[in-house]
């Protein structure tokens, strides 16, 4: 099944997504928001069983952030703080 492991977390560096169990085939869609909702990184990663993303967070508030991972018919949502 579809995991997102995000270290570190809470971050004060660039934090790393860990994505596995996406199905190879389809296409990986990321998205971050912040607690307004606003879209503060969006991404697109071409198909591959496990992957492994470092976000820019340079011009981010502190704050929290809803990750949301879509592969397939899968979606998972996870905060960062």
């Excluded at 993303?53 to 809803?66: H, P």
Aim: no cysteine; aromatic share 6%; proline share 4%.
């Amino acid at each position: 099944s579809l995991s997102v492991n995000v270290m570190p977390n809470p971050f004060s560096t660039d934090p790393v997504l860990f994505i596995t169990g996406t199905d190879a085939g389809k296409e990986t869609v990321i998205t971050v928001t912040d607690i307004s909702g606003r879209t503060v990184y969006a991404s697109r990663i071409s198909a591959s069983a496990d992957q492994r993303l470092q976000l820019a967070t340079s011009g981010w508030s502190s704050g929290l952030y809803m990750i949301q991972v879509q592969n397939g018919n899968n979606r998972l949502t996870q905060r960062i703080i």
